[in-house]
Nanobody, 129 residues
Framework: QVQLVESGGGLVQPGGSLRLSCTAS????????IGWFRQAPGKEREGVSC????????YYADSVKGRFTISRDNDKNSVYLQMNSLEPEDTAVYYC??????????????????????WGQGTQVTVSS
């Protein structure tokens, strides 16, 4: 079965950390750039971070820069999002996604050639005291 599965979400106090995982089954994640997105209740979906397919170039939204780190382990067919210094504003459902037609990742942008067209089911992150 071809799917992306996110895990690692949960409830954490402000200032705490979580590590999200995005694991692929049925296809090789290493062939693709990966994006992490989040959506809070009543808000539009926001792009959080991307990592390129080949050279490890990473992109971060200004809201998470310096706090979040994206990485990948192609041997484990997984991408990770290390989230430190979490704030209540980080509360959201977090999704990973693949743009199967290609994604251009630079340090200042993350742009799919068409769209991010394959998504996981999401994992809830709640930052609250």
């Amino acid at each position: 079965q071809v799917q992306l599965v996110e895990s690692g979400g949960g409830l954490v106090q402000p200032g705490g950390s979580l590590r999200l995982s995005c694991t692929a089954s049925g296809f090789t994640l290493g062939y693709y750039a990966i994006g992490w997105f989040r959506q809070a209740p009543g808000k539009e979906r926001e792009g959080v971070s991307c990592i390129s397919r080949s050279d490890g170039t990473t992109y971060y939204a200004d809201s998470v820069k310096g706090r979040f780190t994206i990485s990948r382990d192609n041997d484990k067919n997984s991408v990770y999002l290390q989230m430190n210094s979490l704030e209540p504003e980080d509360t959201a459902v977090y999704y990973c996604a693949v743009g199967t037609h290609g994604v251009v990742v630079s340090t200042t942008s993350c742009r799919p050639l068409r769209t991010f067209d394959f998504w996981g089911q999401g994992t809830q992150v709640t930052v609250s005291s």
